[in-house]
């Protein structure tokens, strides 16, 4: 794979990674109602933390893709690093 195609790859990976990512987290809040059967129940909770999963899959992924296209894509390479760690950074110092 191209190094410019791998900067481009893990762009559209970080985007993806923090849909999902929040996607995941957001689908799990707040309670069920009562008459949902605890089986149904599961099976969201389930499918929530596959889909989160896969959210910080992709932005490791991308991570990865932006390290490996550093030499020829060294501008969007960057962009790709900022855009997973600084988000990643507000989220923990926003909890402190």
Same mark, same amino acid.
Request: with cysteine; glycine share 6%.
């Given at each position: 794979?191209?190094? /410019? +195609?791998?900067?481009?790859? +893990?762009?559209?990976? &970080?985007? $993806?990674? *923090?849909?999902?990512? !929040? !996607?995941?987290?957001?689908?799990?809040?707040?309670? #069920?109602? #009562?008459? @949902?059967?605890?089986?149904?129940?599961?099976?969201? =909770? =389930?499918?929530?933390?596959?889909?989160?999963?896969?959210? &910080?899959?992709?932005?490791? /992924? +991308?991570? *990865?893709?932006?390290? !490996?296209?550093?030499?020829?894509?060294? @501008? =969007? $390479?960057? /962009?790709? @690093? $900022?855009?997973?760690?600084? #988000?990643? &950074?507000? @989220?923990? *110092?926003?909890?402190?």
């Amino acid at each position: 794979m191209k190094q /410019t +195609a791998a900067a481009n790859l +893990a762009l559209l990976l &970080v985007l $993806a990674g *923090w849909l999902l990512a !929040y !996607y995941g987290v957001m689908s799990q809040l707040g309670d #069920p109602s #009562p008459s @949902v059967p605890h089986a149904q129940i599961e099976a969201a =909770r =389930r499918q929530s933390l596959a889909v989160l999963f896969i959210g &910080v899959a992709s932005l490791l /992924t +991308a991570l *990865w893709l932006s390290g !490996y296209s550093f030499s020829g894509a060294k @501008v =969007r $390479a960057i /962009t790709c @690093v $900022a855009l997973v760690l600084l #988000p990643s &950074v507000a @989220v923990v *110092w926003s909890s402190l």
